[in-house]
Structures are given as C-alpha cells and as structure tokens.
C-alpha cells in the first residue's frame, strides 16, 4: 500500500469526505502543538511534548474507509510498488535472518509484488492483508499468492504465529499508530520479527525540501514519523524490543534537491488537495524502465544503517 493517494479512481471521492479534528497528539495524548507546514483543508503540526508530527485533520473513520477500499484504477501505482516490492526485499534481507523465516504477515500487501518475489526468490510463504479490494484481488488472481481484504484486525489470522510481520508505507496513512503496531506484534511469534517501512519525514533532505516534498499529502499520509517518534510508538506498543533500522534517500528525493534553486515555496502553494485530486489519475509513472534498473543500484550505494534517509525502515523482535 504504497501510495494509496494515487490509486483512487475515485479522487472525486475524497473531495467529498469530511475532515474532523484529530484530536490530542495520537503518540503521547498532549494536547500543545505548533503548526509545521499550514497547507489548506489538511494542516499539518507537531507535538509540543513528544515532537510527533501528524495531519491536524482527518477523514472519519467511515470515510478513510472508503477511501482505501475503493477500487483502484493507476498503473502509475502499480509500476511504483513493483519498485518498492524489489527495494524491500533488500531490506529484509539487511534487517533479518530470512535463511530463518518460515512464515511471513505483510500488512498493506498492495498488488502483493512482495509477497511474490519474498515466494519465488527466497521459498518463503507468505500471507497479505490489503484493504484495497482491487489490489488484493490482482495478487490472488495475477500472482496466485495469499491477500485477505480487510484491516489485519479483521483478517482473523493467528495471534503469535508469524515469523516475520512487515507493513511497508503504511503506518503514515494510519490515524492510530500505537495501537495499529500493537496488532502487527500480537500477530508474530515470540522471537520473530517485525519490520515497519516508512518515510521520514524529519530527514535533512525533507527538511530542506519543506513543504515541497511530495509525500506530503497531508489528506492521506497522517501520521509523519521521524526516528525518535518512530521508536517511540513501537515502544508505547508494547511487546517488542527494537533491533536494529536502517534508511536510504532515494534518489528522486536527492534530485529534486538538486534542481530545487530557490527555498521551498510555502505550504499554500505547494500542495493543494483539490487540485492534487483532480490531476492524480492523469499523471502516469514516468520512466518506469529507467527508475527500475537506477533504484536497486541506487539503494545498493546508499543504504545505511543510520536513520537520516529519506526512507527508513525498523526492525524489531517479539519478546515473550
Ligand atoms: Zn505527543
């Protein structure tokens, strides 16, 4: 679920959702916050006592619901997680003994190219959970892997059973994280290991690009974790000791460093949700040859075990 924004057909329907106040900080419950990038409709803060920075406004739970089931209609879409199934593999490869895992959860398994290439590449077996109705419907028909539709709640899946459980790019579209981390925990076994990539949007490169950086989506990207709030929320999960992470800046994001010759424009006119909607569908994903074979080189050269990349991923282990 890598770029749900992008998937929807149905971008008229966002247009008509509500947007509700988020209510105290999701990380810590503090209720002081200043305002990080003041984009229309969909302002963007942070917390005062923990630093969490998340979208002020949200869907209602009904609506984001909508949103993310609805059917999808992007091919841009699906070239962008075909890349993103091949960079986290690499990934997991860093983070976990695979040689190890027998059983694998991916959570927000999209079209489900993960967990396909995880089967043919490695000879593990894994099972998704996608919300989308017509991505999960691609992996069992196009790819024959394993995808149930619904939230991992409602997936019904064995509590403590899992090997390996991942949710790549999708923590930063949920209202309630420390619960949603919570979950991914009751899902492994004792020992195994849990993995959770996202963006980072306290990395020097995103700071430089400010409001223009173009995971800022504020409508469906509301949770932006950096480093330190990313451990605290696996922290306040409970059941998990982080092990390790790592990151990397892709290089889209160092290019448009690059190229960017004057400050970052103001919130207000970086983004706006109306216009971002009417237009999603109409952009294809550009050079998609060209950025498969330039990102795994990419990510081979500039893959760190730091977390100052634009990407990051954590990995923890279950304790018990
Ligand atoms: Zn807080």
């Not at 997991?92 to 290439?117: M, P, Q, S």
């Not at 925990?185 to 990539?197: E, F, L, M, T, Y």
Request: aromatic share 8%; with cysteine; proline share 4%.
């Amino acid at each position: 679920m890598s770029e749900p924004a992008e998937q929807q057909g149905g971008g008229a329907g966002i247009a008509g959702e509500a947007f509700v106040d988020r209510g105290p900080c999701p990380l810590c419950g503090g209720e002081r916050f200043e305002t990080v990038h003041d984009f229309a409709k969909v302002p963007v803060r942070r917390c005062v006592s923990c630093g969490f920075v998340h979208s002020a406004r949200v869907m209602t739970a009904e609506g984001a619901r909508r949103y993310y089931t609805g059917e999808f209609g992007s091919a841009r879409h699906r070239d962008g997680q075909i890349l993103n199934a091949a960079i986290n593999e690499r990934v997991l490869a860093r983070l976990v003994d695979l040689g190890r895992v027998r059983t694998f959860l991916d959570v927000g398994a999209g079209y489900g190219f993960l967990l396909a290439r995880m089967r043919d590449r490695r000879g593990i077996s894994g099972v998704g959970v996608e919300l989308s109705a017509g991505e999960a419907a691609h992996g069992v028909e196009r790819l024959g892997v394993d995808i149930r539709r619904g939230t991992l709640d409602e997936a019904g899946l064995a509590h403590g059973s899992f090997d390996l459980v991942t949710a790549f790019e999708v923590i930063e579209h949920v209202q309630d994280p420390v619960p949603f981390v919570r979950s991914l925990a009751r899902h492994c076994r004792p020992g195994g290991h849990v993995v959770i990539g996202t963006d980072n949007f306290e990395s020097p490169t995103v700071r430089r690009l400010g409001a223009e950086f173009r995971k800022w989506i504020p409508h469906s990207h509301v949770s932006h974790f950096g480093p330190a709030t990313l451990r605290r929320c696996v922290e306040a999960a409970g059941g998990l000791a982080v092990t390790g992470g790592g990151s990397f800046t892709p290089w889209e994001n160092v290019l448009q460093r690059v190229l960017m010759r004057r400050a970052p424009r103001p919130a207000a006119e970086a983004f706006d949700l109306d216009a971002f909607v009417r237009t999603e569908m109409a952009r294809g994903y550009r050079m998609f040859g060209v950025r498969r074979r330039i990102s795994a080189a990419w990510f081979g050269l500039r893959w760190r075990r730091t977390m100052n990349g634009a990407m990051m991923y954590l990995s923890a282990r279950r304790e018990g």
